[in-house]
């Protein structure tokens, strides 16, 4: 069985992005597939990727200008991910910058919107958004899936599945396996794929953040306790 649900609209809108070449700014919740879309797009492409997660990446990493691929329109993608984590000024000027090239084809990942420091170079540069809608899981991704894999689901149960799990590729994956091992699709079901998915929130979201502001998190909770239906 596959491991990836492809998200038809957004596949459709970043391959019309890698003929034009415009800056490409995606962006969603944790868990959403923003990182993975890239990767799954690029499987058979070379392609440079930074992290502002962990470090803060050098410029002298960025391949130097070519000349002969801004003639050509043979543009490198650059991709640069995290991008909500971008503190430092320099760095984001750099990004501009980037942005400015003509030799290359940018690609920006962040969990939120455009934010205010790249709102001008948005404007003159016409980003092309991929927005979390957009990277959703719907009927005729599933169906795609199931049908490739050999995997039969009754329409009805499909529907109930986009609705309950919020068109999550993740979650939708998780019970599909679920499916395929005999398991009912059913509530409980989902909420074990909500456990999980809160896991995961704890791994790559919580471990990062400074301990004053899970402090402040804390003391602000309209709740005393979190749990799956809070998620």
């Known amino acids: 069985m596959n491991e990836y649900i492809r998200p038809n609209k957004a596949f459709r809108k970043i391959s019309g992005c890698s003929v034009l070449g415009n800056v490409t700014y995606i962006y969603g919740v944790t868990c959403f597939g923003k990182t993975e879309l890239i990767k799954q797009f ?45 503190w430092n000024v320099e760095k984001r000027q750099a990004v501009i910058d980037l942005a ?50 050999d995997i039969i689901i009754e329409p009805e149960r499909i529907e109930w599945m986009i609705k ?10 998780q019970a599909i396996v679920n499916h395929v091992n005999g398991l009912n699709v ?3 079901m989902c909420k074990k794929i909500g456990q999980d998915y809160i896991r995961s929130l704890n791994e790559r979201v919580m471990i990062w953040l400074p301990n004053d502001v899970k402090d402040f998190l804390l003391k602000i909770s309209l709740a005393d306790s979190f749990n799956v239906e809070l998620a």
């Open 42 to 86: 690029f499987a058979d492409t070379e392609y440079f990727y930074a992290t502002c997660m962990e470090h803060e990446w050098e410029e002298s990493e960025i391949p130097e200008y070519s000349e002969q691929r801004a003639k050509t329109g043979n543009l490198y993608p650059i991709v640069i991910d995290d991008l909500h984590r971008l």
């Open 186 to 188: 059913d509530l409980e």
């Open 164 to 173: 309950t799990l919020l068109t999550n590729g993740f979650a939708i994956k």
């Open 100 to 149: 400015n090239r003509d030799d290359i084809w940018l690609i920006l990942i962040s969990r939120s919107n455009i934010p205010s420091w790249l709102q001008d170079s948005y404007l003159r540069r016409n980003y092309v958004i991929i927005s979390e809608n957009e990277l959703g899981i719907d009927r005729y991704d599933i169906e795609k899936y199931l049908d490739e894999n």
